[in-house]
């Protein structure tokens, strides 16, 4: 039977979630500045073409990543248990809300550097009990998040992982690397038959093919399939829709997606690019930059005198 909750120790909890998530953001930052240091080191290794250390030092970079999205997952865990404080006071036991952020945080806080984590755990364990942290440590109900759990393995990369890592790196550094993969390949295939164009009328003939008479329709069958011929080749015109496009961005690169990319019907979309803006200029600004026509001159002589 789990302690009595008092006040108290619900708002120490709360102070310790605040200072904990602060910390895990300093943390993250810090861990990306690094990760940018050794991915360009990475980046010179491939250049120089030694790959067998680069396979082997992308491991500790892969490590790095791995805990910084275990990082973001124990931050938003904290989070919802500084928004849902008021459970933690409702009830002794834990509500069902919230066990698995708890257990989940009780599991990890042992295996981070996160001294506030640990701190956190501890006011836990004062509130639920030994017996509630012993079954949190062990998972024995399953309960702590599976992401947790496959974060704090010790299991070694994949190759394809490292491989994928080592791809992105060179990419994102323009090396080439492996050498050939970027290069052209030959000219496709010609599909065209010219057999069975008569079959199928396509483009021109098509077009011919809809602009002749039909043959058999009354008058307002054959209006109507005009209307909605007209209807087809009309075009909305520019102001049509909203007046900025949906630009769609890709979710960022995590070790369990390297390339992450956004598709429609198994189809890549890609950020429309805008043309530059024309510059127009004046008649007078167009012979020569800002200097005036020689007729023009001539005209404003002409004028003075009169």
């Not at 017996?131 to 309960?143: I, M, P, R, W, Y």
């Not at 070790?255 to 429609?264: A, F, G, S, W």
Request: proline letters at 8%; aromatic letters at 4%; glycine letters at 4%.
């Amino acid at each position: 039977m789990p302690p009595p909750t008092s006040p108290v120790l619900v708002t120490k909890i709360k102070v310790q979630l605040k200072l904990a998530i602060a910390r895990l953001r300093m943390v993250q930052k810090r861990d990306e500045a690094l990760a940018k240091t050794q991915r360009r080191a990475m980046a010179q290794l491939l250049e120089q073409n030694k790959v067998d250390s680069a396979r082997i030092r992308v491991e500790n970079i892969i490590r790095s990543d791995i805990i910084t999205e275990l990082h973001e997952i124990l931050e938003l865990y904290c989070e919802l248990l500084l928004a849902r404080a008021g459970l933690l006071e409702a009830s002794p036991t834990c509500d069902p809300g919230l066990e698995e952020a708890v257990k989940s945080i009780i599991y990890a806080a042992p295996k981070t550097e996160i001294k506030e984590l640990q701190t956190v755990r501890t006011l836990l364990a004062e509130k639920f009990g030994k017996e509630f942290v012993l079954q949190a440590t062990e998972n024995s109900d399953g309960k702590v998040s599976e992401g947790v759990v496959k974060k704090l393995s010790v299991t070694p990369p994949k190759d394809e992982l490292v491989q994928g890592y080592l791809e992105e790196i060179a990419r994102a550094y323009g090396v080439d690397w492996p050498k050939g993969k970027n290069k052209e390949l030959g000219d496709p295939p010609d599909f065209m038959d010219d057999d069975d164009d008569d079959e199928n009328p396509s483009g021109g003939q098509a077009q011919r093919v809809l602009e002749e008479p039909l043959v058999g329709v009354d008058e307002e069958a054959a209006a109507e399939l005009k209307a909605q011929e007209d209807l087809s080749k009309a075009t909305p015109p520019k102001s049509f829709g909203p007046a900025i496009p949906l630009h769609v961005n890709p979710p960022s690169a995590s070790t369990d997606n390297i390339h992450p990319k956004v598709t429609l019907n198994r189809q890549e979309l890609t950020t429309p690019t805008k043309k530059p803006a024309a510059v127009t200029r004046k008649p007078s600004e167009q012979k020569g930059d800002g200097v005036p026509d020689l007729d023009e001159l001539a005209k404003r002589f002409a004028q003075l005198k009169r």
